[in-house]
């Protein structure tokens, strides 16, 4: 996998204030409004063809916007059913698939649920699929960084312990942080400068130096409840205190990309952008 050489700030898929709305013209837009990242939106199915991937990889390089992906939403890598286990795992291989070929960095999914069952063998089934999953994309030399994302409600399989471990255990796998899904899992906890420096140093001592220099970030407001995540909502209009958060990736000196899944995508990912780069530590 290439190397990051800042944080950079991006968009959940094109920017709602693109005049045009494909990925390519997304992708300009993004570097005109003065971002460097854009995450391509597979959510609903892998509808990207391998020429228009070659085109975008141009443009994006020309641009110097990095690319990442959210593979579809329909995974349970522990589905009761062997043939929903076997469609999840084809659609996070063609998700890896389609961002290499458009030059991409790093597919983020969410890995599954526990559907009332031990967490422990929930992770051992997770576990085995992702071995598979990465074991056949590295034979066909698709290099991308795989990231189960820290989810937002706690029936989903995806707390922090879970999917730094699965890092540990397997060579192309980092977690996807999610911030909001942290504070939204935790009932309103994981929102203070000393639990942010806890969460990093836990994974820069789990997983070394090179975890912070390739972190895939998430971030936007959320609406929660005692059952975890409710919905997103633009960062001002939420009690996330994304300001101290930004001071604390900069304190640890963290590379990759932060990726706004705000309702107003490009506004907060400009905000946080500007916010970031005035920080002086």
Same mark, same amino acid.
């Given at each position: 996998?290439?190397?990051?050489?800042?944080?950079? !700030?991006?968009?959940?898929?094109?920017?709602?204030?693109?005049?045009?709305?494909?990925?390519?013209?997304?992708?300009?837009?993004?570097?005109?409004l003065g971002l460097d990242a854009?995450?391509?939106? !597979?959510? *609903?199915?892998?509808?990207?063809? +391998?020429?228009?991937?070659?085109?975008?990889?141009?443009?994006?390089?020309?641009?110097?916007?990095?690319?990442?992906?959210?593979?579809?939403?329909?995974?349970?890598?522990?589905?009761?059913? #062997?043939?929903?286990?076997?469609?999840?795992?084809?659609?996070?291989?063609?998700?890896?698939?389609?961002?290499?070929?458009?030059?991409g960095w790093s597919v983020v999914?969410?890995?599954?649920?526990?559907?009332?069952?031990? +967490?422990?063998?929930?992770?051992?089934?997770?576990?085995?699929?992702?071995?598979?999953?990465?074991?056949?994309?590295?034979?066909?030399?698709?290099?991308?960084?795989? *990231?189960?994302?820290?989810?937002?409600?706690?029936?989903?399989?995806?707390?922090? #312990?879970?999917?730094?471990?699965?890092?540990?255990?397997?060579?192309?796998?980092? +977690?996807?942080?999610?911030?909001?899904?942290?504070?939204?899992?935790? *009932?309103?906890?994981?929102?203070?400068?000393?639990?942010?420096?806890?969460?990093?140093? !836990?994974?820069?001592?789990?997983?070394?130096?090179?975890?912070?220099?390739?972190?895939?970030?998430?971030?936007?407001?959320?609406?929660?409840?005692e059952k975890g995540e409710k919905?997103?909502?633009?960062?001002?209009?939420?009690?996330?205190?994304?300001?101290?958060?930004?001071?604390?990736?900069?304190?640890?000196?963290?590379?990759?990309?932060?990726?706004?899944?705000?309702?107003?995508?490009?506004?907060?990912?400009?905000?946080?952008?500007?916010?970031?780069?005035?920080?002086?530590?």
């Amino acid at each position: 996998m290439f190397k990051v050489d800042r944080l950079r !700030f991006g968009t959940a898929g094109i920017p709602l204030s693109t005049p045009k709305r494909s990925t390519i013209d997304g992708i300009i837009h993004v570097r005109n409004l003065g971002l460097d990242a854009m995450e391509l939106e !597979f959510v *609903r199915g892998v509808n990207l063809k +391998p020429e228009l991937a070659k085109k975008i990889k141009y443009v994006a390089k020309k641009h110097d916007v990095l690319l990442t992906a959210h593979a579809p939403y329909y995974i349970n890598l522990n589905a009761s059913e #062997k043939a929903k286990v076997e469609a999840s795992k084809r659609r996070i291989i063609q998700s890896a698939e389609r961002l290499y070929d458009a030059g991409g960095w790093s597919v983020v999914f969410h890995a599954g649920y526990y559907l009332k069952q031990d +967490p422990a063998k929930v992770y051992n089934r997770i576990r085995d699929a992702l071995k598979e999953i990465e074991r056949e994309l590295l034979d066909r030399g698709v290099k991308v960084w795989l *990231r189960p994302e820290l989810t937002g409600k706690p029936t989903q399989f995806g707390d922090l #312990k879970e999917i730094v471990k699965l890092s540990e255990e397997l060579e192309t796998v980092l +977690p996807t942080i999610d911030f909001a899904h942290a504070h939204a899992r935790n *009932r309103g906890k994981c929102n203070s400068v000393e639990e942010w420096r806890e969460m990093l140093a !836990f994974i820069e001592d789990r997983l070394g130096r090179e975890a912070l220099d390739n972190m895939h970030i998430h971030m936007s407001g959320i609406e929660y409840t005692e059952k975890g995540e409710k919905r997103h909502l633009p960062l001002q209009e939420s009690d996330m205190k994304w300001e101290d958060l930004l001071r604390v990736l900069k304190e640890f000196r963290v590379k990759g990309v932060v990726i706004s899944e705000s309702p107003n995508i490009e506004e907060d990912a400009l905000l946080m952008k500007k916010k970031y780069e005035e920080i002086k530590v």
